[in-house]
């Protein structure tokens, strides 16, 4: 099992920056992946960023540049810098772990990130 909280959002301005935090807990060593999602009100959870064991990085195209995931080297925190917000940046955002076996997703309860002036 693998526990995930959220933490650091807020309100904030177009053009501003905040940076969300991930605890992790439980079982670690099966961790394979970690990332950071979001789901706007009527829309469906779309994928953000993703960090993998070995470090590799990935993105959404809509973040691209201006959003940054990093982890510790334990992969007890998990972080998403975001840079430039823009309001369409508006959504919950959760923490998902992927862990074996079977590549099972674990998530976190979410935290809301509002980018209005």
């Known amino acids: 099992q693998v526990q995930l909280v959220e933490s650091g959002g807020g309100l904030v301005q177009p053009g501003g920056s905040l940076r969300l935090s991930c605890a992790v807990s439980?079982?670690?060593?099966?961790?394979?992946?970690l990332g950071w999602y979001r789901q706007a009100p009527g829309e469906q959870r779309e994928f953000i960023a993703r960090?993998?064991?070995?470090?590799?990085?990935s993105y959404a195209d809509s973040v691209k540049g201006r959003f940054t995931i990093s982890r510790d080297g334990a992969m007890n925190w998990l972080f998403l810098q975001m840079n430039s917000l823009k309001p369409e940046d508006t959504a919950v955002y959760y923490c998902?772990?992927?862990?074996?076996?079977?590549?099972?997703?674990?998530w976190g309860q979410g935290t809301q990130v509002t980018v209005s002036s």
């Open positions: 439980g079982s670690l060593f099966r961790i394979m992946a």
């Open positions: 998902n772990a992927m862990a074996q076996p079977f590549m099972t997703d674990y």
């Open positions: 960090i993998t064991r070995d470090d590799t990085e």
